[in-house]
Structure formats: C-alpha cells, structure tokens
C-alpha cells in the first residue's frame, strides 16, 4: 500500500510518502529541494558516488511512521545539506523548512 499525503512546513507544503514492504516501509518527506528518508536511505553513497548531482537529503533511523519521521532527530545528512545549515541530530521538520 501507498500513502502520500502534504506536510505543511513553515507556510510551504511538502509531500510525505509511505510505502509498505513486506517487512519494511518506506518513508520519505520531500520538497522541491532536497528530502528527508528512514533508515533505507544510504547518505554515504549519496556523498560518495553521487557527489555531483548535490542531492540535500537527511537520514532518521527507528522510525516506522511518516510522523516519527518529521519528529525524529536525523542521524546523518549530506554534503550539500549541511551548506543549507541541515545537520545531524535536527528534526526533520526542521530539515524541510531549510529545504523550502
């Protein structure tokens, strides 16, 4: 099953995406800049491999619902979030109001 449903962040709306897997879901919040994602998300290829592309994306683990996620402090981010003042250990809704 699929949910999408917007997230209004600071006077902006984001779209916030659950997918379930079996076993797993999916979640990710994103804007027209960059996106917030669970635990599947794999920062370091992001910043390694796919360094040129400078995707803003930030990382929370343990978390099972796209309102934990919004909540959750991120555990990593990427080079080109941290140039938007995005770093480990912001909440996510903190994160997408940088990325608006």
Same mark, same amino acid.
């Given at each position: 099953?699929?949910?999408?449903?917007?997230?209004?962040? +600071?006077?902006?709306?984001?779209?916030?995406?659950?997918?379930?897997?079996?076993?797993?879901? /999916?979640?990710?919040?994103?804007?027209?800049?960059?996106?917030?994602?669970?635990?599947?998300? +794999?920062? !370091?290829?992001?910043?390694?491999?796919?360094?040129?592309?400078?995707?803003?994306?930030?990382?929370?683990?343990?978390?099972?619902?796209?309102?934990?996620?919004? +909540?959750?402090?991120?555990?990593?981010?990427?080079?080109?979030?941290?140039?938007? !003042?995005?770093?480990?250990?912001?909440? !996510?809704?903190?994160? /997408?109001?940088?990325? /608006?």
């Amino acid at each position: 099953m699929i949910r999408m449903i917007p997230v209004e962040v +600071d006077g902006g709306t984001a779209i916030g995406v659950e997918v379930k897997l079996p076993k797993t879901t /999916l979640l990710s919040v994103s804007t027209e800049k960059g996106y917030i994602m669970c635990g599947a998300l +794999d920062v !370091g290829l992001l910043n390694e491999k796919l360094k040129e592309r400078g995707i803003i994306a930030g990382r929370a683990v343990g978390v099972r619902t796209l309102e934990e996620l919004l +909540d959750a402090p991120l555990e990593s981010v990427t080079t080109a979030a941290e140039a938007l !003042g995005i770093v480990p250990g912001m909440k !996510g809704m903190d994160a /997408l109001a940088r990325m /608006l």
